[in-house]
């Protein structure tokens, strides 16, 4: 697509303008969606939005001000794009860094990444100043839909397209988004390029992502290697997040010993005040290693050097307990909440009912969520998952159902997992009736059950010859995309044939032939 030329001849003709207009050409990148040839012609731009922009143009000038509201105020983005270049050819008037901003994430969001490139090469040759943050921006939305190469795309545009070199901002960013989607291949070219071509050099934020991803990778040597380079460095020092890092990879490898000795480290060589963030990570790499009691002497020991515990520690020393089957433990934390004068928030609640549900304490689970209403804390669809799951453990099953059928009416947002749970549990127990039941109700809420538990839904309605229910089933599966596997489906076409339905096997057939299974 690169090599397409921007500089062509557009669908339409701008009003005459002074001299002082813009000589570069209009855009069109929702064209480069499709393209039909090496030079395909450009799309007529919306009607409804180029009229709109033109009474407005022909009322007052429009400034970059208004231009920004009116492109991001459009709710198709092709009308944003419209509006954009129509706006181009008022006599005087220019785009800028934040006119451009305010395209390419309306571009972006929408995911029209083909449209993004077309406009970034125009920027390219635009004669005013651009920041990075316009391709910084841009970043998250790459990532977000695993677009992972134009991440590093968008770092390297910034040198041309702002003339200056990027900023250790813009690298961090960078570098953390690829850290997230564990691109190691794109990192060491970043890393490379940062350092060899750019010639920056690498500042405490940075480093601190290069400690997060060696701690990820389990590689803890390499992380502390990479604190001492810090240490001689003269552009970066370790600070809170740097040993905050390495304290949870030591946690989460078990090395609790050496995660407090370089907590007291940090503390006496460094001087560094931790945080409640750096006391939570103590507290549960104790926890998960079952010395519950020893996570609660660092709430004791957080007081003593003037740190409060917060909800967050409660809660995670309240797993804690839980994790080991010590309910009573568990609300004494609970009360330890409420006598320091902290709000018992909704993972406060959530993590005491947790414990109760699975204590087999379900119904003072029901009353604690209850009591979250009279105090005026909501209960979320976590708190509602963990009560499903505690009445389908407990054979409650009925109840479970009656909670996804009413909660929904009572403004309450259920997930997926929600209905997924009770499903799963109904399944399991080989209840097809119930189950059959709550198919009708996912469906109807156009909520697609998990994949295994489709194909085990329809296998079992075949075990029992239910073939009416087992059609009728799959066809309102299949309008959400489901296609069953190989195994349900000769099932399914044995049970038809069984019963001498030919023609509803062959319909059957017909209808999910061409369909694509599922990962």
Not at 11 to 17: G, R
Not at 351 to 372: H, P
């Amino acid at each position: 697509m690169a090599s397409h030329s921007l500089r062509r001849k557009p669908s339409f003709t701008p009003s005459s303008s002074s001299s002082s207009s813009p000589s570069l050409p209009w855009i069109s990148p929702l064209q480069y969606l499709k393209p039909t040839s090496q030079h395909p012609s450009l799309p007529p731009p919306s009607p409804n939005s180029a009229n709109s922009a033109t009474r407005v143009r022909r009322s007052r000038f429009i400034s970059h001000d208004d231009a920004v509201r009116l492109i991001t105020r459009q709710p198709d983005p092709q009308q944003s794009l419209d509006l954009f270049n129509s706006i181009a050819t008022q006599p005087g008037f220019s785009h800028n860094h934040f006119t451009y901003a305010a395209l390419l994430v309306r571009l972006a969001r929408a995911r029209l990444f083909p449209a993004v490139d077309a406009v970034l090469r125009r920027a390219a040759s635009e004669p005013c100043r651009f920041h990075e943050s316009l391709l910084i921006s841009l970043m998250p939305m790459y990532s977000r839909s695993s677009l992972h190469e134009k991440i590093l795309e968008a770092f390297h545009l910034i040198l041309p397209i702002t003339r200056t070199k990027p900023s250790n901002k813009a690298l961090s960013t960078c570098l953390n988004l690829l850290v997230e989607a564990g691109r190691i291949d794109l990192i060491e070219k970043l890393l490379f390029d940062a350092k060899t071509k750019l010639m920056l050099e690498l500042n405490t934020c940075t480093l601190n992502i290069l400690v997060k991803l060696h701690c990820r990778a389990g590689d803890l040597a390499s992380a502390f290697h990479l604190i001492e380079e810090m240490r001689q460095s003269k552009s970066s020092t370790p600070n809170l997040i740097t040993y905050s890092t390495l304290i949870g990879g030591l946690c989460s490898e078990g090395r609790l010993k050496d995660a407090f000795q370089l907590f007291e480290e940090m503390i006496e060589k460094d001087h560094i005040v931790p945080d409640p963030l750096t006391y939570n990570l103590l507290i549960d790499g104790f926890c998960r290693h079952e010395s519950v009691e020893k996570a609660r002497t660092i709430l004791s020991f957080m007081r003593n050097n003037n740190c409060e515990p917060n909800n967050f520690n409660y809660s995670t020393l309240m797993n804690g307990f839980c994790r080991e089957g010590r309910l009573e433990e568990a609300k004494q934390v609970f009360n330890e909440i409420q006598s320091a004068g902290l709000e018992t928030d909704v993972v406060c609640y959530t993590t005491l009912i947790n414990c109760l549900c699975r204590a087999g304490k379900i119904d003072e689970g029901i009353e604690l969520v209850t009591e979250m209403r009279d105090s005026g804390c909501e209960a979320d669809v976590v708190t509602y998952n963990v009560l499903i799951e505690g009445l389908c453990r407990g054979g409650r099953v009925g109840e479970a159902m009656a909670m996804l059928e009413g909660l929904p009416h009572e403004g309450v947002r259920l997930n997926v997992a929600s209905y997924r749970i009770v499903m799963n549990c109904l399944l399991g127990n080989g209840e097809v009736d119930r189950a059959v039941g709550l198919l009708g109700l996912m469906l109807g809420r156009r909520v697609l059950p998990h994949y295994a538990a489709s194909n085990k839904l329809l296998l079992l309605l075949c075990e029992v010859e239910r073939l009416v229910d087992a059609t009728v089933a799959l066809f309102g599966l299949a309008e959400m995309g489901f296609v069953p596997e190989t195994g349900t489906w000769l099932a399914l076409a044995g049970s038809v044939c069984r019963e001498r339905k030919l023609k509803k096997t062959i319909e059957l057939l017909d209808d999910l032939v061409g369909g694509d299974a599922p990962d």
